[in-house]
């Protein structure tokens, strides 16, 4: 399985282990991973699953489709290297992949 940190806004790491197949989001619901609230549950309705994406993995997880870019302003804020993690899936390739998470989601 992938292996994904989840870095909180105070520095505290959390390495999970993730299934292939479920997004980075519901990595950290499954898992009670701090300061990833996913309010709407995965359906890229809110930003409460907002992370920074560690800039070497922007390459691997892609670029917001148009509906999580609309979805992104709404979160507090945000920098080029933001995502909302519902949108992410995880796959092999993110092995090893970082997220920080902002000082919050409201």
């Not at 609230?37 to 800039?55: F, I, L, Q």
């Not at 999580?68 to 945000?78: C, G, K, P, R, Y």
């Not at 949108?87 to 902002?102: A, C, N």
Request: aromatic letters at 4%.
């Amino acid at each position: 399985m992938p292996k994904i940190t989840y870095i909180e806004h105070d520095g505290t790491e959390h390495p999970m282990e993730v299934p292939v197949g479920l997004t980075v989001m519901q990595g950290a619901v499954d898992n009670s991973v701090p300061g990833i609230d996913a309010d709407c549950g995965g359906a890229c309705a809110c930003a409460t699953c907002h992370v920074y994406v560690d800039p070497e993995w922007l390459g691997k997880t892609g670029t917001p489709n148009e509906q999580e870019a609309s979805m992104l302003s709404f979160a507090a804020v945000t920098e080029s290297n933001s995502r909302l993690s519902c949108q992410i899936e995880v796959t092999s390739e993110l092995d090893g992949l970082i997220v920080r998470m902002p000082e919050g989601q409201h």
